[in-house]
């Protein structure tokens, strides 16, 4: 009966002792005895994996014969102490009709004889195995082989074994309890070669790799801005599967320690591979956030006379933020960008900014080109009434949209004043009443423009004056161009960015 027990450092290192329990009965010494005491301390180099099943284990063992192993055991009542063995594994799934395999290949010295007083001396141990299963997890049948060459001279003989092939079956109850058979017989004649037959029967108190708590994967694919992401693709290993609404899939009942890969794919976005993920015991969740498949953008900017011009891009409106870009010396840029509507702004500090808008599907390349004319207003000057407004009214003249147009990218294109007041001024032609309203309606009517234009709401108020502050002093009822007007002024802005309207 072998006494063994075993248990992990980590998910690569284990430790394990064990010896074998004799009895004798008959004549002399009869009794029970225990063999030589073995701890082995196996370091799992490269777990086997789904997509290739090969694994590789480093495993020192020292093993030390006890006094009533001499006593019973004279073959193998010297001490033994391996100073490398390595192991290779494959293995497919347990299921029925799969495969794994085994083999190790270790140096071993083996010390003194102490009943024959003779030296042992060192050896390379090879075994190899491979099993199939026939009922899934209950039943597998294969074969085994060993063979321990010495290396060198040998006072003691005994330590040339013959090699030795045996034809076995092994298998596990519902209870717990697994049981080991097999028949054997030497390859060819020599020590050890005679046929023999073995059985065993094992039971652990403590769980195996196999009995662990199993583990459980929970995957959530999210965008960069954390959207889920539905009906994308998710495959674990072999299995495949899609997420729903919330994004979200999971795996059930996998096994512990293993790292299984995992890749997501999802239309419109960049899929991602994670060769090995390490799962726990338990609920164990992977966050794969995707980012979006690109297209580009490519921006052209020319002068009146068609000569490239430097300046800036503005990514005003678009599917996600976008930073903004600078136009080289040559007036071109290239951008790669989240497919989608854009609407960009290009300008440069000499003219009046233009904006244009491009949709691109993921892997298209556009191409926006702006061609600059008009100078670049300045938001700080006034507007004339009678080139916005016809006589005595509130209602925008068709040739005042591209002046307020114009006005409009020149503020997108300078956030830094943050909060701007519309003013309506009249001259003095009418009552006071009437021209504060007047002003009012005519404030309101830019500063709603303006807005319609892309400037955000919350940067503009308006306010009428009405004759209350002229441009020029004159007497009561008079009309004058210079007093009927439009003015911007900046109430807040950056700390580096003047406020005044000089």
């Given at each position: 009966m072998t006494l063994s027990g075993c248990g992990g450092l980590?998910?690569?290192v284990s430790v394990a002792l064990g010896a074998p329990l004799w009895a004798s009965f008959g004549e002399g010494d009869t009794g029970p005895a225990l063999g030589d005491v073995r701890a082995a301390a196996p370091i799992l180099l490269r777990p086997a994996r789904e997509d290739s099943p090969w694994g590789l284990a480093l495993i020192p063992h020292l093993s030390v014969s006890t006094p009533l192993a001499a006593r019973y055991l004279t073959d193998g009542a010297a001490d033994r102490f391996s100073i490398a063995a390595v192991g290779i594994t494959a293995a497919t799934s347990a299921e029925r009709g799969a495969w794994d395999f085994t083999a190790a290949l270790g140096v071993d010295v083996i010390g003194q004889n102490q009943p024959l007083n003779l030296e042992g001396g060192p050896g390379v141990s090879t075994s190899a195995s491979s099993y199939r299963e026939v009922r899934e997890d209950r039943l597998a049948v294969g074969l085994e082989a060993a063979v321990r060459v010495p290396v060198g001279s040998h006072e003691a003989r005994w330590t040339e074994t013959t090699p030795e092939v045996l034809l076995g079956a092994r298998g596990r109850t519902d209870t717990g309890v697994g049981w080991a058979a097999g028949a054997g017989v030497g390859a060819v004649p020599g020590a050890g070669a005679s046929p023999r037959a073995q059985l065993s029967v094992n039971w652990g108190s403590g769980r195996s790799g196999d009995a662990l708590e199993p583990a459980d994967l929970l995957v959530l694919v999210q965008d960069p801005d954390g959207a889920p992401i539905s009906e994308a693709q998710v495959r674990l290993d072999q299995t495949e599967v899609r997420t729903g609404t919330g994004g979200m899939v999971r795996f059930d009942d996998l096994a512990p320690s293993s790292t299984p890969s995992l890749a997501v794919d999802a239309d419109g976005y960049e899929a991602e591979v994670r060769p090995a993920i390490a799962l726990a015991p338990g609920l164990n969740e992977q966050i794969v956030v995707l980012d979006p498949e690109t297209g580009s953008v490519r921006v052209l900017a020319f002068d009146q006379r068609g000569e490239p011009v430097d300046g800036r891009v503005r990514f005003l409106d678009g599917p996600r933020d976008h930073p903004t870009?600078?136009?080289?010396?040559?007036?071109?840029?290239?951008?790669?960008?989240?497919?989608?509507?854009?609407?960009?702004l290009v300008s440069n500090p000499a003219y009046a900014p233009i904006d244009a808008e491009v949709t691109l599907a993921a892997g298209d390349r556009r191409t926006v080109e702006v061609r600059f004319q008009d100078a670049r207003p300045d938001i700080r000057e006034p507007l004339m009434g009678d080139v916005l407004f016809d006589w005595d009214s509130d209602a925008l003249r068709?040739?005042?949209?591209?002046?307020?147009?114009?006005?409009?990218?020149?503020?997108?294109d300078t956030p830094e004043y943050r909060l701007i007041e519309v003013q309506g001024h009249t001259d003095r032609s009418g009552s006071v009443g009437y021209n504060d309203d007047l002003s009012d309606r005519r404030a309101e009517r830019v500063r709603s423009t303006l807005v319609g234009y892309g400037v955000d709401a919350e940067r503009l108020t308006a306010r009428g004056y009405g004759e209350s502050t002229p441009a020029v002093q004159t007497a009561d009822g008079v009309k004058l161009a210079e007093n009927r007007r439009v003015e911007f002024h900046?109430?807040?802005a950056d700390?580096?960015?003047?406020?005044?309207n000089r």
């Open positions: 980590t998910d690569r870009e600078a136009l080289g010396e040559d007036g071109e840029g290239v951008w790669d960008v989240t497919p989608g509507t854009w609407r960009l068709p040739e005042a949209l591209p002046i307020l147009k114009r006005t409009a990218n020149t503020m997108l900046i109430l807040i700390e580096e960015t003047p406020v005044a």
